[in-house]
Nanobody, 123 residues
Framework: VQLQASGGGLVQAGGSLRLSCAAS????????VGWFRQAPGKERDLVTA????????YYADSVKGRFTISRDNAKNTVYLQMSSLKPEDTAVYYC?????????????????WGQGTLVTVSS
């Protein structure tokens, strides 16, 4: 499975962005997916995750009510809609896939990683 993250950019605080994670291979449709972010000098943290068919999701407290993860298995793509963005959301965002149908909250369980896309939120 190969993952390609896109959609990052520069946005003002309060604005919105939608990230996409496009995957190769039909197996992706049976994989759990997570979005992680890493700010300069900080660890990579899980932001949100989705199970294989999209009927179960997880959100970190810091993004609940502002971010929405979804997936379109027909397009082999997972999306991260980010709204009410804050300067502290500034980071490189990575998508990752785990060979597991449920929600995966443990970073080490993810098998495949995209290259990352930079999100910068100005105040």
């Amino acid at each position: 499975v190969q993952l390609q993250a896109s959609g990052g950019g520069l946005v003002q605080a309060g604005g919105s962005l939608r990230l996409s994670c496009a995957a190769s291979g039909r197996a992706f449709r049976r994989y759990a997916v997570g979005w992680f972010r890493q700010a300069p000098g900080k660890e990579r943290d899980l932001v949100t995750a989705i199970n294989w068919n999209g009927d179960s999701t997880y959100y970190a407290d810091s993004v609940k009510g502002r971010f929405t993860i979804s997936r379109d298995n027909a397009k082999n793509t997972v999306y991260l809609q980010m709204s009410s963005l804050k300067p502290e959301d500034t980071a490189v965002y990575y998508c990752a896939a785990a060979n597991y149908i449920g929600i995966v909250e443990v970073t080490s369980k993810y098998d495949y990683w995209g290259q990352g896309t930079l999100v910068t939120v100005s105040s």
